[in-house]
């Protein structure tokens, strides 16, 4: 089983994100935050392989700023940045720590994207 964070402060995308990924058992939501640091707090105890991390999100850190971060603590998991806003794609090329890049309006690529991370087949 793959263990999936979601840190997402929408509400709404929080359950579509939780529901992409009911559609394939091998994978399981293990933790859901509003907020980086939440995250932080969830990923210490949950020890997530795959995270759907938001860029704009409560509390004081982004999600570009939370990534290494949380790289530190889960070293192996693949983070997806998962944001509204393309602009932001060439700030993920240059942090080592977001693995993927994928804007919401594509989220029909969520699914496959975090089964190629975990190293599954489609």
């Known amino acids: 089983m793959t263990s ?14 939780e529901a992409i990924f009911s559609m394939d058992s091998r994978f399981l939501v293990a933790g859901l935050a509003e907020s980086a640091e939440h995250a932080l707090e969830i990923a210490r105890t949950t020890t ?8 704009g999100l409560a509390g004081a850190l ?13 070293p192996h998991a693949g983070i997806i940045l998962f944001t509204a806003h393309a602009e932001l794609r ?6 080592p720590a977001v ?5 919401k309006t594509e989220s029909s690529r969520l699914l496959g994207l975090a089964q190629r991370l975990a190293g599954l087949p489609a």
């Open 48 to 55: 997530p392989q795959i995270i759907v991390l938001d860029h």
């Open 4 to 17: 999936v964070m979601i840190v997402e402060d929408d509400l709404d995308l929080q359950s579509l994100i």
């Open 90 to 95: 060439t700030k993920v090329e240059e942090q």
């Open 62 to 74: 982004t999600g570009i700023d939370a990534a290494p971060r949380l790289k530190e603590i889960v």
């Open 99 to 103: 693995d993927a890049f994928l804007l």
